[in-house]
């Protein structure tokens, strides 16, 4: 049974930083895309970051570029999202997917504020 759970969010103060972790079971991690997604209560969530099976190719998204990064351990089976430079706006529950299949985790909650 393929389980995602996440972890790492909490309140930063702006221009700090959190590193997410989405520990997966169930499955072969290293065969799958991972994604994380966010979402501000009555938007959609967004689309933030993936990663190839293999962690060689990753996308994120424009809000986001240069200050966030994907990676992922294949030993752990642990997909990571390092935020730096967190603005207010940055403010939502985050989310690991895996795509194929379309799992989701819990979600995390990221507040930034001062």
């Not at 995602?4 to 895309?33: D, H």
């Not at 994120?60 to 990571?80: E, L, P, Q």
């Amino acid at each position: 049974q393929v389980h995602l759970v996440e972890s790492g969010g909490g309140l930063v103060q702006p221009g700090g930083s959190l590193r997410l972790s989405c520990a997966a079971s169930g499955f072969t991690f290293s065969n799958y895309i991972m994604r994380w997604y966010r979402q501000v209560p009555g938007k959609e969530r967004e689309l933030v970051a993936s990663i190839t099976g293999g962690g060689r190719d990753t996308n994120v998204a424009r809000s986001v570029m240069g200050r966030f990064a994907i990676s992922r351990d294949n030993v752990k089976s642990t997909v990571y999202l390092q935020m730096n430079s967190l603005k207010p706006e940055d403010t939502a529950v985050y989310y690991c997917q895996r795509p194929t299949g379309g799992f989701w985790g819990q979600g995390t909650q990221v507040t930034v504020s001062s």
